[in-house]
């Protein structure tokens, strides 16, 4: 049995990791650089909830917090599915890090989808970098 296909999806940021990381791992900030889970989130519950993401409303729950860089967070889709989305924060020097995305494609998902899905992932990425290196 061969394990589900994936692809490591990354960035260079200059910002030292333990300021990335700070600013990634607060769920107020993902409605600013993670457009594929909508333009907000609150706390409900004492759950984070994305009440406009584009696959509707959504759960979202990270790993605690680490001194790791390790961003690992479940997505818990309308359907109830959760979806594990791997994620680090890698110092390279002191003033830099590497940021990387596990980008897992799940059963039924084309290769044109999980291609598209990719860019979506670089593009918050990117979106990330730009907000933290102007901080």
């Known amino acids: 049995m061969t394990g589900m296909e994936s692809t490591h999806l990354s960035i260079h940021i200059d910002r030292a990791a333990d300021e990335v990381y700070a600013y990634a791992a607060d769920p107020v900030n ?35 917090r680490n001194t790791f860089g390790v961003l690992d967070h479940e997505v818990t889709l309308p359907s109830g599915e959760t979806v594990l989305n791997p994620m680090r924060v890698i110092p390279d020097e ?42």
């Not at 600013?32 to 009440?51: C, D, F, P, Q, V």
């Not at 084309?110 to 102007?134: N, Q």
């Open 30 to 64: 993902l409605p600013a650089w993670a457009a594929g889970l909508g333009g907000s989130i609150e706390l409900i519950k004492g759950r984070w909830i994305a009440t406009s993401s584009p696959m509707g409303r959504v759960e979202v729950a990270f790993a605690p």
């Open 94 to 135: 002191e003033d830099t890090c590497e940021v990387v995305f596990t980008l897992r494609r799940q059963p039924g998902t084309t290769p044109e989808d999980f291609r598209r899905d990719a860019g979506m992932v670089e593009a918050d990425l990117a979106t990330l970098k730009g907000i933290v290196e102007r901080g």
